[in-house]
C-alpha cells in the first residue's frame, strides 16, 4: 500500500469480528471469502452442525447429513446474517480438503468440493449426474440470493478425487483443479496429458457456464505424487497453477527458475497453461533440500506470480535484499517450518524476489492477496511465540496454542509493513481465507475453538457454540491497535520491466506476444529472422487500450513452419519501439 511519509492514525483497533457457527464442527481446511462489490462478505464451507444457522428463502434449511456445505452472507458490519444455505447430500462434503469458492459475473456463487453422497441435488443436463467412485469431485453453482441451485454436476473416476482451486474464465468458463488417485478421470482429446503417472495426480478441468459439458480436462504430474493447490487467472485466461509434488520427472519447461528437484520430502512448483488445457506454457520446481510446499498464489500487476506456502529448508531460495534470508525454524522436515512468500517473473524464468517469514517455531502461510496499492497481505497459522509482530500491531503475543496471523509485506518482498497475531486462549486456524476491500481494510476467516476470540459490539454472534466454530474478522489496514502508527517512508518504486515478453521462449509449438498498451494506438507487430526478413505479422492496425496478447505459431506468412534458431519480433507504435529475441526449438 502507499505509506506516506508521516505518522498515521488508526481509525480502530478490530473494526468487526463475529463467530459463525453451530453446536458441532464447523469449517474444515479451506474455506471461502469474498469481499462483494457493495460491501458485504460471501463466505463458503463445510460444517458438521445440523443447527448452523440458516435464513428464511435460503435454498435448504436442513442438514443432510455428515458434513454438508454451508454457504453463507454477511452484512458489511458482520452484524447481519443476511442469506445462509446448507448445500449437500446424506453423506459427506467439505470434509476433506474443505470448500473452494468464486463469484460470476451475475452474482450466482460456484462452489467445489468433494463428496461421498450418492445423492447430491443434481440438475436435469448436468454433465455427470451419478458418483464415480469413493469420493468425487461435485460443483455447483446457485443463485445470488443463495435460494435457488441453478446447476450442478459430479466429476471423477473409480477412486478418490479431491478438487482445491475452482476459478471462473472470462466467458463464465469454470475451472476446478486438484488432485486425483482414479487412473480413469475423464479427460479429453488434445489434452495437455491424458495419461496418469504416479498414484496421485494433479488435474484441472473446464466446464461451461452451464456445469452441463466438459469442455477440456487434463492431468498434471509425474510418476510420483502430485497435487494442484491453488489456481488463479491472468486477463488473457492464461491458468497459473502452484502445488506439491514428489515426481521427479514433474513436467517443467526450458529455461525456467528451476528445472531439477532438489528436496528429500515435498517440492513446490508453479505452473502457467493454456486456456483450452493443451499447452504447458512454463512451468518450473521450487524447494530447498527438506521440503516446501507452496498453498496459494497470487497475480501481480505487471503479471508476476506471488506464491506462499511453509517450508522447512534453511537453503530454500532467497534473493539479495529480502526481508528475510535466513531460515528460523528449530530444524528441517516440518520441526520448525517457517513462512516463505516468492515472486516469479510471468513466464517463470525467474526468481524476482523471495523471503521468509517466521519465527524459531512452526508457521503456515496459508492465502496470499495483493492489496491494489503496493503491498502484499499473507495469512496462516502460528505456533511461534517470537513472530515478528509490528509494534503497534492489533495483538503482539501468541495467545493459544495456535494463532492466526496477518502480515504485510512490500511488493519487492523487502519489508515487513505490518504483522499481527489474531486468535484466543485455545486454538485458532486461519483456515485459508482472505479479502481485501477497496480502502485496505482486511477481511479474515478461520476456524476456532476459543470462547473468548475476540468479537466485536453488535457483531452478529458473540457466543461461541461449541466444537468449532468460524471467526469472521476485520482489520484496519495497518493491522493495528488503533495506536498512532509511524509510517515509515514509501520504497523506491521497482524500475519496469519492458513490457514486451514472450511466453514460452524458447517454445516449440507456439509462444504468446504479451505487451500493454496505455491507450489504444496503431500498432504493428512483426517476426523477423537473423537476417532482419520480415517473416510473419502478427498485428497491423488499430489496438484498444490495456493488456494484449498474440499468438505466433512458429509459422511464416506462407503458413509454413520455421527452423528452428532465433527470431527478432518487433513492436512499433506513436512513440514506441520494442525488440524481443525468441527462440524456436525442435
Not at 491424458?194 to 510418476?223: H, K, Q
Not at 495483538?395 to 509485506?409: H, I, K, N, P, Q
Request: charged share 20%.
Amino acid at each position: 500500500m502507499s505509506l506516506g511519509p508521516h505518522a498515521a492514525m488508526a481509525t480502530d483497533a478490530l473494526l468487526a469480528s463475529t463467530f459463525l457457527g453451530g453446536t458441532a464442527q464447523d469449517g474444515y481446511l479451506r474455506l471461502g471469502l469474498l469481499r462483494e462489490p457493495d460491501g458485504d462478505v460471501l463466505m463458503a464451507g463445510g460444517t458438521c452442525s445440523g443447527d448452523f444457522p440458516t435464513t428464511a428463502g435460503a435454498y435448504d434449511r436442513t442438514h443432510a447429513g455428515g458434513w454438508d456445505i454451508v454457504v453463507a452472507r454477511l452484512d458489511s458490519s458482520l452484524t447481519t446474517l443476511k442469506t445462509a444455505t446448507f448445500l449437500g447430500g446424506s453423506r459427506d462434503e467439505g470434509d476433506s480438503w474443505g470448500v473452494s469458492m468464486a463469484s460470476g459475473p451475475d452474482g450466482s456463487v460456484y462452489v467445489a468440493a468433494s463428496t461421498t453422497s450418492v445423492n447430491f441435488p443434481m440438475m436435469a443436463g448436468a454433465y455427470d449426474r451419478y458418483p464415480n467412485g469413493s469420493r468425487d469431485v461435485v460443483v455447483a453453482r446457485l443463485s445470488s440470493g443463495l435460494d435457488t441451485l441453478l446447476a450442478s454436476t459430479y466429476f471423477g473416476g473409480s477412486m478418490d478425487d479431491q478438487p482445491a482451486g475452482l476459478a471462473l474464465g472470462p466467458q463464465g468458463q469454470v475451472y476446478v483443479a486438484g488432485y486425483t488417485a482414479s487412473a480413469n478421470l475423464p479427460t479429453t482429446a488434445g489434452a495437455f496429458d491424458r495419461t496418469p503417472g504416479g498414484d496421485w495426480n494433479g488435474f484441472v478441468a473446464r466446464f461451461d457456464p452451464g456445469l452441463t459439458t466438459l469442455v477440456a480436462s487434463t492431468y498434471l504430474g509425474g510418476e510420483a505424487l502430485d497435487a494442484v493447490g491453488a489456481m488463479v487467472l491472468d486477463g488473457a485466461g492464461d491458468l497459473y497453477m502452484t502445488g506439491a509434488t514428489r515426481s521427479g520427472d514433474f513436467p517443467h519447461t526450458p529455461g525456467a527458475f528451476d528445472t531439477v528437484r532438489t528436496a528429500e520430502d515435498i517440492s513446490g512448483w508453479v505452473a502457467r497453461m493454456s486456456p483450452d488445457l493443451t499447452t504447458l506454457l512454463a512451468s518450473t520446481f521450487f524447494d530447498g533440500s527438506s521440503g516446501d510446499f507452496p498453498h496459494d498464489l497470487a497475480l501481480g500487476a505487471t503479471g508476476d506470480v506471488f506464491i506462499t506456502g511453509h517450508g522447512g529448508s534453511p537453503d530454500m531460495p532467497t534473493t539479495p535484499g529480502a526481508y528475510d534470508r535466513t531460515y528460523n525454524g528449530s530444524g528441517p522436515f516440518n520441526e520448525g517450518d517457517d513462512v516463505f512468500v516468492s515472486r516469479f517473473s510471468p513466464d517463470l524464468t525467474t526468481l524476482v524476489a523471495s523471503t521468509f517469514v517466521g519465527g524459531s517455531g512452526w508457521e503456515m502461510g496459508a492465502r496470499i492477496a495483493r492489496d491494489g496499492q503496493g503491498g502484499v497481505l499473507v495469512a496462516g497459522d502460528v505456533l511461534s511465540a517470537d513472530f515478528p509482530v509490528a509494534p503497534f500491531a492489533y495483538s503482539r503475543t501468541l495467545r493459544g496454542t495456535v494463532d492466526a496471523f496477518v502480515c504485510r509485506l512490500d511488493e519487492g518482498l523487502t519489508q515487513l509493513v505490518t504483522s499481527t497475531y489474531l486468535g484466543g486462549s485455545m486454538s485458532d486456524y486461519f483456515g485459508r481465507a482472505l479479502a481485501v476491500g477497496p480502502t485496505g481494510n482486511v477481511d479474515v476467516i478461520g476456524v476456532t475453538d476459543a470462547a473468548d476470540f475476540p468479537t466485536t459490539e453488535g457483531a452478529w454472534d458473540r457466543v461461541y457454540n461449541g466444537a468449532e466454530d468460524w471467526f469472521v474478522c476485520r482489520l484496519d489496514p495497518w493491522l493495528s491497535d488503533g495506536s498512532p502508527v509511524d509510517v515509515p517512508p514509501p520504497p523506491a518504486q521497482e524500475t519496469p520491466r519492458p513490457s514486451l515478453r514472450a511466453e514460452p521462449n524458447p517454445f516449440h509449438g507456439a509462444t504468446r506476444i504479451r505487451f500493454a498498451l496505455e491507450e489504444a494506438a496503431p500498432v504493428r507487430v512483426t517476426v523477423h529472422d537473423v537476417a532482419g526478413r520480415e517473416v510473419a505479422r502478427l498485428a497491423h492496425g488499430p489496438l484498444s487500450a490495456g493488456p494484449r496478447a498474440l499468438v505466433w505459431d512458429g509459422r511464416d506468412a506462407a503458413g509454413r513452419r520455421v527452423p528452428p534458431g532465433a527470431y527478432l519480433v518487433r513492436l512499433a507504435g506513436p512513440g514506441r519501439a520494442e525488440s524481443l529475441r525468441v527462440v524456436r526449438i525442435r
